[in-house]
């Protein structure tokens, strides 16, 4: 009978079980979004290609519209990519930090959450009121956008208020990054054992795993954005100066992204290290079977044991040429 083994339910489910069905939000926004911006960016291909369809003769502008449609999916499906990691991202580095702080000793960490972000939103308010050079990031294929007229005025604006949502979070996720990190560096209650060095080399790895899923969706969102004017811009000889351009960007952001990673992630790692000979000396750990326990422990330093962090550090500068290659439709 089901339900009698204990896997299956039959019975009423309790007012704390029911929390369950919450499960299927994640996704249906998912969906719903992916929805949307297809219906903002996924007309030219209705109309376009109905029309395309039935022509009998090869249009001249046939190639050009059909790559400005195929960039502007190709930036939308990474939009959709940017916001799940956005949400998915903040939500892993958060239960980092309530997992080593709770109650009084979670204010501070608090604190310094509010700050960074207060710092990161200001910032993006001054790159807008004073015309630094991240607004062209994203104001260079917004205006060749508006010029190109493929898209309304009303899916303009759609598009702008996505752009506008991934802005903000970007001036927000980073100072959960930063508490995240502040967190793990926090000493145990119970002082260092090797238990406790385990649990928080596994932490470092899975904190360095979740900043490098964020920063490749930003640094590909980023170049499948600003690949988007390539195939917008009127003049072809200006193409591949302007799709070198933001080939540049993305290199520098994704530069950027791996230095912030590493920055973090050795020094931590070398410290964990230091702790972990700590331990081994006062346990009288034999000598010969010290990289055996280090490596048991997550601590090891041999570069196959530090090849997965070492990609994930390198994950963000990798994306940019990902990215143009997500960005450009080949045609």
Sequence with gaps: MPGVDGRVRSGALTAGETKALWWALPPLLVFAMANLLFDIVGAGYGEFGRAL???????????????????????????????????????????????????????????????????????LALVDALGLPMLAVFEVTFRALALAEVLSPIELHGINVVLAVINITSGIVPALFLTAAAASALPPVGGWDEAALARRARQLRELVAIAAVYM???????????????????????????????????????????AMI??????????????????????????????????????????????????????????????AVVGVAKL
Aim: aromatic letters at 6%; glycine letters at 6%; one cysteine or more.
């Design 216 to 258: 490749v969706a930003g640094v590909v969102h980023m170049g499948a954005w600003t690949h988007w004017a390539v195939a917008l811009v009127g003049d072809p000889t200006h193409a591949p100066s302007l799709a070198a351009l933001a080939q540049g960007v993305t290199l520098f952001w994704g530069t950027a992204f791996t």
């Design 262 to 323: 590493a920055s973090f992630y050795v020094p931590m790692t070398v410290v964990l290290r230091r702790l972990a000979g700590e331990v081994m000396d006062a346990t009288a750990v034999a000598t010969d079977i010290r990289p055996a326990w280090l490596k048991a422990r997550g601590l090891s330093f041999d570069v196959a044991d530090q090849l997965p962090q070492v990609v994930a550090m390198a994950a963000p500068l990798l994306a940019g040429p990902l990215s």
């Design 53 to 123: 369809a039935v022509r009998p003769v090869t249009d001249p502008g046939s190639e050009a519209r059909a790559a400005i449609t195929v960039a502007g999916l190709s930036w939308a499906a990474t939009a959709i990519l940017h916001v799940a990691a956005t949400v998915g991202c903040s939500i892993a580095a958060w239960r980092i930090v309530r997992s080593r702080v709770v109650a009084r000793a979670l204010r501070p960490f608090r604190l310094l959450t509010l700050c960074l972000v207060v710092l990161g939103v200001t910032h």
